[in-house]
C-alpha cells in the first residue's frame, strides 16, 4: 500500500541535485557576466518625460499653427523635446555622490547577494558594515572580511534581537569614517522564506516570517534613522516581484514583501523633507539563484510541516500534491545565480545622487507578468498565468 511504501515526507521529498555554482557565488561581486535582464530603472525614468514630450509636442504644434506662427509638424517638435529631455535625464541619472567617508549597514549578509552587494561597495570605496546573524564561526564571514579591504567590517545584528540592533548602532556610530556625519544608507537584505500552503504552515514560522521581514526591518530603521538623518542619507529595501505577481505555495512570503513595499512607500514621504531618500528593489526571483531559497533548507521546512500535519489534512492533501507542491520550488533554487542586475541596482541606490524609489531588474518574463497583474483585470492575469 502506499501508506507502507511511503512513511514520511523525508521520504517521498529527496534532496534536489546539487546545482554548480560560480565563485562568485562564494562573495565575489558578479561583475564581467553579461546580465540577463534589461535596465528597467532607466526606460522607467525616461518613460514618463518621453509622455510628455509627445504631450507638449502636439499641444506646441497645435497652438503654433493656430497663432501662424509656425506649420512645424508635432512630430518634429516632440523629437526636438525628446531629444532635449533624453539627454537631460540621463545626465540627472548619471549624477554619483562620493563614496569616500559614507558608511552603509547591509543586514543578511548570510546571504550570497548581500555579500556581492557588500564586496561592490568595498570596492568603490565605501565604508561597510556587514551584518551577520551568527557572526562567531560564519564561514561567509571569515571570507567576505579576507576578500575585502580593511573599510569592511563584519557585525553580529540579528533584526530580532533589539539588543543586537542596538549594539550595532553604537558600533557604527563609533566607528564611522573619520568626517562622517553619520550613517550614508541603510540597506534591508535579511530575509526568511516561510513555504507552503497557508494549512501547511506552523504559525511560529508565520511568526519568525514577518519578524524578520517586516517588523525587524521596521525596528531596525527606527534604531538608525537618528544616523541616517544626520548624513542625509537613504534607506533601501530588497523586495521581489512577488510583491505583486500572486505565488501560491508562497502566500505568506507574498503577504511579507507587500508589507515591505507599503512600509517603504510610507516612509519615502515621511522622510522626503529630512532629505532622506528611499527607495525599493524589487529583485527577479528566477535570475537570484537561492539567494531566496536554499533547497536544502526548502526540503528541511517540507519534511516538517508534512510531520506537524494532522492525519485529517494529510489524508485530504496527499503526499503526491504536497510532493509536487514543494517542487514547484526547485526553479528558484536550481538555478545558476546571477545577481548583476540586483546589485547593480542596490549600488545606483546608493550612490545615485537622485535615486529612483523602485528599481525593478526583473526578467522579460517577470516584467511582463507584473504589468499583466497590475495593470489588466485579474481575470485576464489568471487565463495567461493560472498555475
Known amino acids: ?39 528597467w530603472d532607466l526606460v522607467d525614468r525616461l518613460l514618463v518625460p518621453i509622455i510628455g514630450c509627445h504631450a507638449a509636442a502636439i499641444v506646441c504644434s497645435g497652438v503654433f499653427n493656430f497663432l501662424g506662427i509656425s506649420q512645424v509638424s508635432a512630430f518634429v517638435l516632440f523629437l526636438f523635446f525628446a531629444i532635449l529631455t533624453v539627454g537631460a535625464a540621463i545626465g540627472f541619472h548619471s549624477l554619483k555622490v562620493s563614496p569616500l567617508g559614507k558608511g552603509v549597514l547591509i543586514t543578511g549578509c548570510e546571504s550570497p547577494l548581500a555579500r556581492a552587494l557588500a564586496r561592490r561597495l568595498d570596492d568603490l570605496g565605501f565604508t561597510v558594515f556587514a551584518g551577520f546573524k551568527t557572526l562567531d564561526d560564519s564561514s561567509e564571514a571569515g571570507m567576505l572580511k579576507a576578500m575585502s579591504s580593511g573599510r569592511l567590517k ?9 539588543v543586537q540592533m542596538l549594539e550595532a548602532s553604537l558600533y557604527i556610530t563609533e566607528n564611522l ?22 494549512e501547511w504552515i506552523p504559525f511560529p514560522v508565520m511568526r519568525k ?5 517586516v517588523l525587524g526591518a521596521s525596528r531596525l530603521s527606527q534604531i538608525m534613522l537618528p544616523l541616517i538623518r544626520r548624513a542625509k542619507g537613504r534607506v533601501v529595501f530588497l523586495s521581489s516581484a512577488i510583491a505583486h505577481i500572486p505565488s501560491p505555495v508562497r502566500g505568506i512570503q507574498c503577504a511579507t ?20 531618500n528611499v527607495s525599493i528593489v524589487c529583485a527577479s526571483e528566477f535570475s537570484s539563484g537561492d539567494a531566496w531559497l536554499d533547497d536544502s533548507k526548502m526540503m528541511d521546512q517540507a519534511k516538517a510541516m508534512w510531520e506537524q500535519l494532522s492525519d485529517e489534512q494529510k489524508s485530504a492533501y496527499g503526499e503526491d500534491y504536497f510532493e509536487t507542491a514543494i517542487r514547484s520550488l526547485e526553479k528558484y533554487t536550481n538555478t545558476d545565480g546571477d545577481f548583476h542586475s540586483t546589485v547593480r541596482a542596490l549600488t545606483d541606490a546608493i550612490i545615485r545622487s537622485f535615486p529612483l524609489f523602485r528599481y525593478t531588474p526583473l526578467s522579460r518574463y517577470e516584467k511582463l507578468q507584473t504589468i499583466v497583474s497590475e ?9 495567461f498565468y493560472s498555475n
Open 257 to 276: 514583501q507587500a508589507a515591505i513595499e507599503g512600509l517603504a512607500s510610507c516612509l519615502r514621504h515621511e522622510l522626503k523633507p529630512r532629505a532622506v
Open 375 to 383: 495593470h489588466l483585470p485579474r481575470s485576464v492575469y489568471e487565463l
Open 177 to 198: 569614517p573619520e568626517g562622517a556625519d553619520g550613517l550614508w544608507a541603510l540597506v534591508h537584505c535579511d530575509m526568511w522564506c516561510a513555504l507552503g500552503e497557508l
Open 1 to 39: 500500500m502506499q501508506s507502507q511504501r511511503r512513511q514520511s515526507a523525508g521520504s517521498a521529498i529527496p534532496k534536489a541535485p546539487a546545482v554548480k555554482r560560480r565563485m562568485s557565488r562564494h562573495g565575489s561581486v558578479l561583475i564581467e557576466t553579461t546580465p540577463r535582464q534589461i535596465p
Open 154 to 162: 563584519p557585525i553580529q545584528l540579528d533584526v530580532t534581537s533589539e
Open 209 to 213: 516570517s514577518f519578524d524578520i521581514n
